[in-house]
Nanobody, 123 residues
Framework: QVQLVESGGGLVQAGGSLRLSCAASGNIFSINRMGWYRQAPGKQRELVARISRTGITNYVDSVKGRFTISRDNAKNTVFLQMDSLNTEDTAVYYC?????????????????WGQGTLVTVSS
């Protein structure tokens, strides 16, 4: 029905940069909030950054000043520019989006997740 496809993960040395992308597709009325979460081995999934449809952003403290989230509403895509990466950023990164989709009972919200992309930062 709706799909989130992530790309851009990989292996990078500490201090380097990566750019994640996540494209949404499907039968969608609108995409509301979009964001990125991550889950490191042995840890719970945590919010990294999110952005509203109007561009209001929130970041977890540990990435402030290093990561930048942005979105292209025309292309239903959200990005995460990650700079000054360190080994603690190593995790599987998941794209998340809150959609409004058409249903038999009218428009309804849908919370969807991507499949995850691995980011590995080496020392």
């Amino acid at each position: 029905q709706v799909q989130l496809v992530e790309s851009g993960g990989g292996l990078v040395q500490a201090g380097g940069s990566l750019r994640l992308s996540c494209a949404a597709s499907g039968n969608i009325f609108s995409i509301n909030r979009m964001g990125w979460y991550r889950q490191a081995p042995g840890k719970q999934r945590e919010l990294v950054a999110r952005i509203s449809r109007t561009g209001i952003t929130n970041y977890v403290d540990s990435v402030k000043g290093r990561f930048t989230i942005s979105r292209d509403n025309a292309k239903n895509t959200v990005f995460l520019q990650m700079d000054s990466l360190n080994t603690e950023d190593t995790a599987v990164y998941y794209c998340n989006a809150v959609f409004t989709i058409p249903t038999m009972s009218g428009p309804n919200p849908l919370d969807a997740w991507g499949q995850g992309t691995l980011v590995t930062v080496s020392s």
